[in-house]
Every structure is written in C-alpha cells, then in structure tokens.
C-alpha cells in the first residue's frame, strides 16, 4: 500500500468521523437524541413535567427519523411541554390535564418560537388515504372538517403502519357536547344555554338545508352511514366503528388548522399543543395565499409579546365565546371573554316564539330587520361603536343602556344578542323599540338613568328584561343554582357548570342595566 493511499483511506476515516459527529450534533439539536443530563435539569422546574427532548424523541423518531423534522436551534431551550396537575391549575388557564407549552427561558416579543415544515402537516394532500378511488370519488362533496376526519380516522387505523403513528398516538379524548350522552349530568347543566341552542341550530340548519358554525350530530351519522364506512371498508379491508369516527372528529374539530390554498385544513404539530388564550401572547403564521407544495415551507408559531419563563404560550383560536369553545374545542375559559353572547337565532322557531312574545312583535317584522342589508344602520352614523348621537354623553361615553354594534362574523349570523356587559345589541334594540328608526335616532338622552328615558325607551328596556327572564327560565342552573355540583372529577362537567354560571351572571347583568 503507497504513502498516496494510506493518505486516501486515513482522510475518508477522518471525514466518516466528523459526519457522524455532525450526525449526532444535528439529531440532538433536532430532538431525535435524548440529552439525559439536560432533560434531569429542565424537568425539575414545573411539576408534572416531560422535558422538550424526551417528548420530542418520543412523539416523532422513527426508524429512518428524518420524516418530521423542525429547526429547533432557536427554542428548544425556551420551551418545555407539561403535564398540567391539579397542583398547577393555577399557573395556567389550562384546564387539568390537558398538555401546554411553558417557557423555561425568556422569549422575547418577535421571536419564531416554532417552525413547522409544511411536508409534516397531516392533510388530505398527505394521507395515504388520498390515494384510494372511494375516497377519491366523494372527497368535492364533503367538507373540509369532514375531509380530514376521515384521513385522520384512515391513518390512525393503520397503527404502526402509518407515517403520523407516532403524531397520532398523542392526540388526547377530546368530548364535545354534541356528543354528550342526553342524560348526564353535563348535558343537563347546560340546557338553555347558549351551547346548548348552538347544537339545537346546527340540527336545525341541517335539516332545513342551510349552513350554519359546525356540523351537527346528525349530519355527521348521515355521512358516516351513507359514505363513512365504505370508504373505510373499501381502503382497509375491515370495519370501522362510529366510537372510532367521532374520536377522529373530535380531534379535528379541536385541533386542526387552515394552513394555506394547497394545503387546506391540517392537522399541525406541535402547533396544535397550543391553547386558547384571550389575550394570547403567541400566534401561528404561514402563507395562506401559497397555492402549491413549493410556496408554503413552513408554519411558524411567533412571540406577539414578550413571554416570560414559566408564563404558558398561548394562541388565540379566534373572537369566540365559550360556548363556541365548548362546542367546537370542548373547553370553556374560567374567565369571561370579550366575546360572550347570549344570542337568538330566528330561523330556529322556537327561538323566534320567544322573541315575538316577549318584544310584542311578529315573526316577518323580526325578519325583516334581520335581513343582512338592514342592521346596517349604526355604520352611518356617529360616536363610539358607530352610535348616533343620541347614545354618547358630553365627554364622548357611551350611555348605560346603549346598544352594541356587530363586531364578529357570529354576530352577523346571529345580530340579535346580549353581549359579554349585558347590552344588547343593535337588531334587538330596534326590535325592543317597536321597530320604529325614528326613536332609534330621534330622542335626546341626557342620563344613564334610564328612568329619565322617554316613555318608548323605557318599554323597550321592560321588553329586553322580559326576555332575559324567558331566557333564564328554560336554564337549568336558574332552578338549581345553590346546589352547584362538585367538578374536581370530572373536565366535562366543571365547563358545563362553568358555562351555565357564567351565562347566568351575563344575563343577570343585562337586566341590571336595563331595570326600569
């Protein structure tokens, strides 16, 4: 052997050995390697807690470890994923033992927290699924939440032998209410709320053939029975149960994202281990106009604000109430948002009886208020939420009984409610006020005392009270709201509970401000 080829064999060991060294150094730095010392170090800081590297070798490696792989060089030192106990229930506004990310290191306002490569969303476009005629055959007929329902229910029916197995297998039980057992203790807390009346509107616009926020109950046993399970079938060889699909769904009504165009509805890790927070400190971010595989490479979750270690990383799911949280995501916040509604839909017509009886008016009045060019009236006019003069005092404040403006997407498909301050809004002011514009805009307001209202103001308020005792009189917790159930055992029941208290004082706070 020459000196030329000793020196050829000894420079390919050298290079071998520093790529395995960079090997190691990059599936460390990716989490595939677990640095025990660092783990021992980081998991003493928050009870209940698996460290970022063990968590994250546990949820993603593989046998080729390469499928899902996320720069974590920026944060993996920020952030840890936490078991939360009883014990920690007050750190955070997560509810007992759900997982949340906390910050074990300063984070600051900007800061890319996560970046999340597009190819390890789990989609339709990704799903093996994707590849089956019956699948392909009704996916243009089915909606996107329905759509990746089934690709979820395919891939985690494969077991070990789909590439998301490993994702998959840390999806938590998620219990929504449409699925509640009618009898139960939940299900009775929460009738005659406004979760309640989402549900019985989602079963009524399924059946009257338009659309509403959500699917219903029985739109989804129409589609399991009728599409559902011979896609299964016809792609896995054996069947399927309805226990099993409504897992799936729950899963993506609680947890999946609208990345971009191409991409559509995903499921996205690490992302969807973010809870909901009003106001939240952190957001997800990514190129919704990219309409092919090569524009949208990644979604990143970003710092809004500065995050301080053992402050919990939040996202916002959007200005919704709890009871679209509970019914969507199946929590509630322990504290009242900016976004709680007590609302009456008038295509359901139980809804709209009571409305009529309550404001002395009829069903095609109401109607035609309600019609989409009509509640229009508060942008033409001027003040604070787009009020007329008549509403705003001297010093530019809104009188105590003025009205609300529309300010979300709900309450344009729902402009008659009762806000998280209890005033109400402006189609339900109109219709309290006889439907008469001219004392919507003609009368001088000189008090919040609304004693010193003229006469046709103060009917109105008197109609508004009515119907917040209507509203009170079909909820449950109005008859048994001394005798609140223990909810230490049970995360269904605590929000049910939590939800029906909390629309109790809403509605008692509407008939304080307009009491005459």
């Known amino acids: 052997m020459d000196a030329r080829t000793v020196i050829c064999l000894l420079w390919e060991l050298y290079v071998t050995n520093v790529a ?174 406004e979760a309640s009346r989402i549900l019985r509107r989602q079963e009524h616009a399924w059946t009257s053939g338009y659309r509403y926020i959500g699917t219903s109950y029985s739109e989804l046993r129409h589609v399991w029975h009728t599409i559902g399970e011979r896609i299964m079938l016809e792609a896995l060889g054996v069947r399927v149960s309805w226990a099993a699909f409504m897992r799936a769904f729950s899963s993506v009504s609680s947890r999946a994202f609208v990345v971009d165009l191409y991409h559509g509805l995903s499921m996205v890790p690490f992302a969807d281990l973010l809870n909901h927070g009003a106001p939240n400190n952190a957001q997800i971010e990514s190129d919704v106009d990219a309409y092919s595989a090569e524009m949208g490479g990644t979604v990143d979750v970003r ?35 900016g976004w709680e509604r007590c609302s009456w839909d008038v295509r359901v017509p139980e809804e709209c009886t009571q409305l009529c009886a309550c404001l002395e008016c009829d069903a095609p009045s109401i109607h035609h208020v309600t019609e989409p060019q009509q509640p229009a009236d508060a ?59 001219e004392h919507v805009y003609g009368y001088e307001a000189a008090s919040a005392d609304t004693s010193l209202l003229p006469s046709h103001a103060r009917e109105a308020c008197q109609r508004i009270t009515r119907l917040c005792h209507a509203r009170l009189s079909t909820m449950y917790i109005q008859r048994c709201k001394d005798a609140l159930p223990s909810t230490s055992s049970s995360s269904t029941l605590h929000w049910a509970v939590q939800h029906a208290w909390q629309e109790w004082h809403l509605l008692r706070a509407c008939l304080e401000r307009y009491a005459t």
């Open 379 to 437: 942008q033409r006019a001027s003040g604070d939420d787009g009020l007329p003069p008549a509403y705003v005092d001297a010093a530019g404040g809104v009188y105590d009984f003025a009205p609300v403006s529309h300010t979300n997407r709900h309450d344009r498909q729902c402009p008659i409610f009762i806000d998280a301050s209890g005033r109400a809004s402006w189609v339900l002011w109109r219709l309290a006020l006889g439907l008469c514009s």
């Open 20 to 193: 395995e060294r960079a090997e190691q150094r990059e599936k460390r730095r990716f989490g595939y390697l677990c640095d025990e010392a660092a783990c021992v170090s980081r998991a003493v800081t928050y009870p209940h807690t698996a460290s970022w590297a063990s968590w994250w070798d546990r949820m993603w490696r593989r046998a080729n470890g390469r499928f899902f792989r996320m720069d974590l060089a920026a944060w993996e030192d920020a952030v840890d994923v936490v078991q939360l106990g009883s014990d920690a229930r007050e750190e955070s506004s997560s509810a007992p033992g759900t997982l949340a990310v906390i910050a074990s290191d300063p984070i600051p306002a900007g800061h890319v927290i996560a970046r999340i490569p597009c190819k390890a969303l789990l989609c339709a476009r990704h799903s093996a699924l994707s590849h089956h005629p019956a699948f392909q055959n009704v996916q243009a007929s089915l909606t996107p939440v329905l759509s990746l329902t089934f690709c979820v229910l395919y891939e985690t029916e494969l077991g070990d032998a789909s590439k998301f197995a490993s994702y998959l297998a840390l999806f938590p039980d998620v219990h929504l209410p449409l699925a509640w057992d009618p009898m139960s203790d939940e299900a009775t807390w929460l009738r005659g709320t």
């Open 303 to 337: 710092a809004i604000d500065s995050i301080d270690p053992g402050e919990e990383v939040l996202n916002s799911y959007g200005e919704l109430g709890n009871a679209e949280l509970l019914c969507q995501y199946g929590f509630v916040l322990d504290t009242k948002s």
